[in-house]
C-alpha cells in the first residue's frame, strides 16, 4: 500500500477485484423541499465492485442501488417518494453508477475526483464524485483472509437532469421538492465477496 502520491492521489489498491461491503457502507442524500427544509435519506441495499487495474487511472468502477431502498424514516413521505409523482421505483427499480475514470483533485495526498456515469429514473448522466482515501484495515472476523479499505465521497444531482420534475406549485412559488439533492458516501472496500456472509446476517430479504 503506497501513501496514495504515486498515482494522482489515489491509493494503490492491489490489482483485481475489490467488493464494496454494503453492510458497513452508506449512501446518504440530502434533499430540499419548501424551499428552505432539508430532508436526509438512505438508500439501503446497494451492491459493486472496482477491478483495479495495474494503472489505478484505468481502473473500473460499477455500482448499482437498490431505489426501492430508500429510507427517509417517515413511511408515508417514503411511499410518495417512490411513486411515479418522483423516483417511480417500480419502473426503475435500480440505479447504477459506472467509473469512467480518475484525476487527482482536491486538499491532501489522498483527494481524487471520479468521473462516470449515473442513471437514475431511466436516464444516465455524466456525474462527478469528490472522494478520499480514509484508511486500511483487516476484517474482524477473518484478519488473515479478507481486507479493506475506506473511502468518502461526495456529489451533486440534479433531479430535472434524470427527468424527475417537481410534484406541483406552493402558493408562495416555492418548489415543494429542491432540484439538487447532495449525496454522500461512506464506502468500504474489501478484497472478498461479501454474498455469503450478508446471508449468513441475513442482510438479503
Given at each position: 500500500?503506497?501513501?496514495?502520491?504515486?498515482?494522482?492521489?489515489?491509493?494503490e489498491?492491489?490489482?483485481?477485484?475489490w467488493?464494496?461491503d454494503?453492510a458497513h457502507s452508506?449512501i446518504?442524500?440530502?434533499?430540499?423541499?419548501?424551499r428552505?427544509?432539508r430532508?436526509?435519506?438512505?438508500?439501503?441495499?446497494s451492491?459493486?465492485?472496482?477491478?483495479?487495474?495495474?494503472?489505478?487511472?484505468?481502473?473500473e468502477?460499477d455500482?448499482t442501488i437498490?431505489?426501492?431502498?430508500?429510507?427517509t424514516?417517515?413511511?408515508?413521505?417514503?411511499?410518495h417518494l417512490?411513486s411515479p409523482?418522483?423516483?417511480?421505483t417500480?419502473?426503475?427499480?435500480?440505479m447504477?453508477?459506472?467509473?469512467?475514470?480518475?484525476?487527482?483533485?482536491g486538499?491532501?495526498?489522498?483527494?481524487?475526483r471520479?468521473?462516470?456515469?449515473?442513471?437514475l429514473?431511466?436516464t444516465?448522466?455524466?456525474?462527478?464524485l469528490d472522494?478520499?482515501?480514509?484508511?486500511?484495515?483487516?476484517?474482524l472476523?477473518d484478519?488473515?483472509g479478507?481486507?479493506?479499505?475506506?473511502?468518502a465521497?461526495?456529489?451533486?444531482?440534479s433531479?430535472s437532469?434524470f427527468?424527475i420534475?417537481?410534484?406541483?406549485?406552493t402558493?408562495?412559488?416555492?418548489r415543494?421538492?429542491?432540484?439538487?439533492?447532495?449525496?454522500?458516501l461512506?464506502?468500504?472496500?474489501?478484497n472478498a465477496?461479501?454474498?455469503?456472509?450478508?446471508r449468513q446476517?441475513g442482510?438479503?430479504a
Amino acid at each position: 500500500m503506497s501513501d496514495g502520491d504515486q498515482h494522482g492521489g489515489v491509493p494503490e489498491l492491489e490489482p483485481g477485484t475489490w467488493y464494496i461491503d454494503p453492510a458497513h457502507s452508506c449512501i446518504i442524500f440530502v434533499a430540499h423541499y419548501l424551499r428552505f427544509g432539508r430532508v436526509q435519506g438512505t438508500f439501503g441495499d446497494s451492491w459493486g465492485v472496482v477491478r483495479v487495474a495495474e494503472d489505478p487511472a484505468a481502473s473500473e468502477v460499477d455500482v448499482t442501488i437498490r431505489t426501492e431502498s430508500l429510507n427517509t424514516g417517515v413511511a408515508a413521505r417514503d411511499r410518495h417518494l417512490r411513486s411515479p409523482d418522483l423516483l417511480d421505483t417500480e419502473a426503475h427499480p435500480e440505479m447504477r453508477f459506472t467509473g469512467t475514470g480518475l484525476e487527482r483533485r482536491g486538499r491532501g495526498p489522498h483527494a481524487f475526483r471520479m468521473h462516470g456515469e449515473l442513471t437514475l429514473h431511466g436516464t444516465t448522466r455524466p456525474v462527478s464524485l469528490d472522494c478520499r482515501w480514509g484508511g486500511e484495515a483487516p476484517d474482524l472476523q477473518d484478519p488473515e483472509g479478507v481486507h479493506a479499505h475506506f473511502f468518502a465521497a461526495d456529489t451533486r444531482i440534479s433531479l430535472s437532469d434524470f427527468g424527475i420534475e417537481d410534484v406541483g406549485p406552493t402558493p408562495w412559488g416555492a418548489r415543494v421538492i429542491g432540484d439538487t439533492v447532495d449525496v454522500v458516501l461512506e464506502i468500504r472496500l474489501q478484497n472478498a465477496d461479501p454474498t455469503e456472509w450478508l446471508r449468513q446476517i441475513g442482510h438479503f430479504a
